[in-house]
């Protein structure tokens, strides 16, 4: 199921930045799951799937805290800098998702 969502989000995420590249400036993208729209909603999950698949992967190799002190950075680094990226581009959609939910 991790690969289908992937391709599926994936695509969604290319025909949301290819809606804003393409289209005027006042026109909203088609939305999905928020009113951020579709490239947005994409990316804020593959931002969450990712971060599951990294922690789940990450929790297997690691032993003890010892492995995971002398784990090098170049290993991590690309895995850090996709969910940066990720983030980024779906931001949009968890400003929404967060604004929506109301504290008693």
Same mark, same amino acid.
């Given at each position: /199921?991790?690969?289908? *969502? ?19 400036? /006042? ?24 971060? /599951?698949?990294?922690?789940? *992967? ?34 949009? *959609? ?11």
């Amino acid at each position: /199921w991790q690969q289908l *969502s992937y391709f599926i989000f994936g695509i969604s995420l290319v025909i949301g930045g290819a809606y804003d590249a393409f289209m005027p400036v /006042w026109m909203t993208g088609p939305n999905v799951l928020t009113a951020a729209g579709i490239g947005q909603d994409a990316a804020a999950a593959l931002f969450l799937i990712t971060l /599951w698949q990294t922690a789940v *992967s990450e929790s297997k190799k690691v032993k003890s805290v010892g492995d995971l002190m002398r784990k090098e950075v170049v290993s991590v680094l690309p895995q850090v800098l996709l969910l940066a990226e990720l983030y980024k581009l779906g931001e949009g *959609s968890f400003d929404e998702i967060v604004s929506q939910i109301t504290f008693l």
